[in-house]
């Protein structure tokens, strides 16, 4: 158990000269509190995995630091670091049983058998792999299996922190969600810091109480599920959760006002200091832009299509060339194709060179 | 599902009738022949029954003696080269590179003994352990150690026991080594996660993932050293003595050099079934193998929608497993 901090750390895979556009994990700082269910979500190939194995110690990285409650550990190795981590595809020792596979980790360690033995029992409980216990660990299901690694991982009571690395992957969507419901009771029960990486976004926002999100070897932003909902710190966290993502639009944007074609949209705050030569965007969700049947003094687009989700309504529209999402309120209908968009101005955000501008009040 | 009659269709499967019945079949039962008769030359035969046969395994007779005799020598000399070339093998596998130029190096090194014809590995080691101008045998005697393939069986033993180690650890290691190489690298970060030591990890994930090639390894290994002739013929000529004389270099003694024809048809087909029995029970053991592997597969569904139900007897099977 500890608080896991990384100061500027950094990885390249083509070593250290490499140019820093190249690195696959961009410097990054930043701390994980003990006990915290972290989720660490990003497209393939965002370096996910790769600062995952450098906390765990499979990497060594090519620059910076990493501390355990301030103690420097990088130059340790996987062994001597005290963490557990279960990897995308289930390993199995099958020459052993169920409960030795558990075992194996306490084995290793030295811990005294009445305590390995307690242990086991307790994580063959709560994973419900009780009555595999004494079963040899071969003709399992993908998921029993699977559940063994798990198992293996959580075993050791001592840990800085279990990491998880798409864990998920080779489950059935219907058991995925019971066990995934599982972890987070066991994290609740067991009080481990956990870091779940994913590259599903429902996965990361039903697990983890704080989601960090990747971007091409870059940490762009950490907070709650809701922080990263209603205040995506840069245009891509907007896009990637939800869904459908956020909408990107360009525009001018001086003082309390965004022009997109001319056309003024009035915003809560004032931006008048943003930077010159930077790419403006304005960012809205589709959930806070409505269509309206067209009148003037609206911006005005055309409907590609209407996706009807159930609960909700979405539909698909197109201002010039980009494409923008927004609520289909009951009972619209387009007669001619268009509609008029009404934006919700408390939930517009403005972003300069894709990062988030704070307005003034 | 309506099958076509056509009885001319036997003529396709004629040539191979034809082929295998004049390669096979016809010199097989010539052998057989020969081991019910007796003949003193001049193409006269005398009916024998299954004297030779009754002759051949019984230790009081010179034919039985001899030929019992070799197939011990035999035995044992399988057993000590298994028992040295597999974990040899196994050695050599895990200490090869993974990845880099020096792999396909060590192939290559590993891949020559395997090339060289079998006599010419046998004339190699005869000229290699010779006392007067052999690098080994000069060496060994220089240091003061008394040594003379020629005229000491211990001597001689060694010197055919090192050069089928040789010649053949290279196989098993390149097996093992293609066992190794299909270990995900996810098993490796998992015991490092896992604390294993060096000995763990071979335990628990190197040992298991190598058995099948090991098995493979095996059973080449046990038919080829059971059939060897040519290096050691050509090292040691069967001797000192007959303290080097393996049941093919008996075989070729007494049908070549005595011409006894009745007496070897009777030790070859004795010699053949030995071998055809350890082929059988190792293809079995493979097979069954295999099988488990298979029904494993089969089982995951079912196991899937009702665990519990479907597991317990196989619990109650594995029970005395699990305590091993």
Redesign the interface.
Known sequence: MARIDLVDLAHSYGGNDAPQESFALKPVTMTWRQGGAYALLGPSGCGKTTLLNVISGIITPSRGKILFDGKDITPLSTQKRNIAQVFQFPVIYDTMTVGQNLAFPLKNRGVPKAEIDKRVAEIGRLLDLEPYLNRKATRLTADAKQKISLGRGLVRSDVAAVLFDEPLTVIDPELKWQLRSKLKALHRELDLTMIYVTHDQTEALTFADTVVVMHDGRVVQSGTPAELFDKPAHTFVGYFIGSPGMNILPAEVRGREARIDGHAITLNRSYDNLPDGAKIEIGVRPEFVEVVTSAPGLLSAKIERIDDLGRIRFARTRLGDVKLAARAPAGFTSSDGTAGLKFDPSHIHVYADSLLVEGAA | MDKTVNQKAWFLVLPVFLVVAFSAVLPLMTVVNYSMQDTFGNNQFFWNGVGWFKELLDPSTDLGGRFLASLGRNLFFSLVILAIEVPLGIVVALSMPRHGWTVAACLVILALPLLIPWNVVGTIWQIFGRPDIGLLGYTLNAMGIDYNYVSNAVDAWVTVIAMDVWHWTSLVALLCYAGLKSI?E??Y??A??????RW?VF???Q??KMNRVLLIAVLLRFMDSFMIYTEPFVVTGGGPGNSTTFVSIELVKIALGQFDLGKAAALSLVYNLIILIVCWIFYTVMTNAGVERK??AE??PA??RK??GV?QP??AL??K??VA
């Open positions: 995900p996810a098993y970060q998992a490092q996660i896992d604390g294993a030591s763990a335990k628990a994930i040992l298991p029904a494993q089982e995951e196991a899937e665990p519990a597991l196989a619990m594995k029970a497993e699990g």
